[in-house]
């Protein structure tokens, strides 16, 4: 018996697409900046190289299936996939459309709409537009739930009392959010479905009510700001940063020191589910406009990951969630597969935490 469902979060970013190739150039995917990476200043932990699956491709079945092995084996119950959706148009999508069409791998899994614009970000800067995210209407809002339907109908699709859970990245982002899921419940109960469980994702620190986007849970993502904060230790990078004048703003933290706000202290009053960090680096995305969460190892983690399986030991046990994030976030050193250094540790924390008898 499982202390939680430990759901993590997927990227689907490790395939070549005609937008990465105009954006990034030609064969783009999260490889090329994990595998690109150079340490910052000493003992910085770079490049991160994966170890069991290698450098896979997610066009490839096998590469997709051998990433469900791996995660059934460690307890988590499944994936949930970032999907993309601009106006009807879909990017990043060819993972999770031959997942449902093929019928596999035969591990649960949910989505999660990743609703806000791209732009040159992962490069340090935001100063190009990619695609700006633009809600048409209600017209729109019909087709991306008639769309979503045939997830939602998929036998492994993850569900709380009956009802497919869907995550939304950033609800205020959408204009008349609770009338949108009010009108998604109607189409859900002309379709058949018992209902939706529809989760507002929160980035911060304050708890944000679910109810007041017209959702039934909350998941709250910590995550330090980039304060420039660098430890004295390291004084050349600190008088490269001074010398560069504000131009950059990389920020450097001590995981251990700052675990204990990855956390609640306790739930609020309405339903939250933890979302627990196991690392965080993306210097490889953002060079010296990045965010290190320096020092993270397995044993770390474990303190994280059992403090965020006890906030849920007094849900239902359906809603007894924690999400991990993230499964394989290469580019931003967040991730629980195998890599060089840890290997299956972060993964043999997570079956662990969920088996400890309490």
């Known amino acids: 018996m499982s202390n939680a469902r430990a759901i993590a979060f997927h990227l689907p970013q490790y395939h070549p697409t005609p937008e990465n190739d105009e954006w990034w150039g030609k064969g783009f995917t999260e490889w090329t900046n994990t595998a690109k990476a150079k340490p910052l200043y000493p003992g910085h932990y770079q490049p991160h190289l994966p170890a069991d699956l290698g450098y896979y491709d ?15 084996a460690y307890g988590i119950e499944g994936f949930c ?3 993309y959706w601009f106006g009807g148009r ?10 449902i069409a093929s019928g596999e791998p035969d591990l649960p899994f949910c989505l ?33 739930f008639e769309w979503l339907l045939a997830a939602f109908n998929d036998p492994r699709y993850i569900r709380v009392d009956g009802k497919p859970m869907f995550l939304i990245y950033n609800p205020p982002d959408i ?11 109607q189409l859900a109960a002309q379709s058949g479905l018992p209902g939706l469980h529809l989760v507002a994702v929160n980035y911060l620190g304050s708890p944000v009510d679910p109810s007041s986007f017209g959702m039934d849970a909350s998941t709250w993502q910590p995550l330090p700001s980039k304060s ?19 131009k950059y703003k990389l920020t450097v933290l001590d995981y251990e020191r700052i675990m204990s706000g990855l956390t609640r202290s306790r739930l609020p009053d309405f339903v939250e589910y933890p979302t627990v960090l196991p690392n965080w680096d993306n210097t490889p995305r953002s060079g010296l406009n990045g965010l290190v969460l320096h020092g993270s190892t397995p044993a770390l983690f474990k ?10 030991q007094e849900y239902p046990s359906e809603q007894r969630i924690v999400f991990i994030k993230a499964w394989n976030e290469w580019a931003e050193g967040n991730y629980l597969e195998p890599d060089q250094r840890f290997g299956h540790g972060y993964l043999s924390v997570v079956r662990d935490v969920l088996t400890e008898q309490r």
């Open 303 to 312: 303190t994280v990951l059992r403090r965020g399986v006890d906030l849920v």
């Open 112 to 144: 999660c709409w990743a609703n806000h614009s791209w732009s040159n970000i992962w490069q340090g800067v935001a100063d190009r537009m990619l695609i700006e995210q633009t809600y048409p209407g209600m017209e729109d809002h019909r087709r991306h």
């Open 228 to 246: 420039g904060s660098i430890p004295w230790r390291y004084p050349a990078l600190k008088a490269r940063m001074r010398m560069a004048r504000g």
């Open 81 to 83: 996939y970032y999907h």
């Open 58 to 72: 997610l066009r490839l079945p096998e590469a997709r299936h051998a990433q469900a092995e791996l995660a059934r």
């Open 90 to 99: 879909r990017i990043l999508e060819r993972p999770v459309n031959e997942i």
């Open 175 to 185: 204009p008349d959010v609770a009338q949108v899921m009010d009108y998604w419940r």
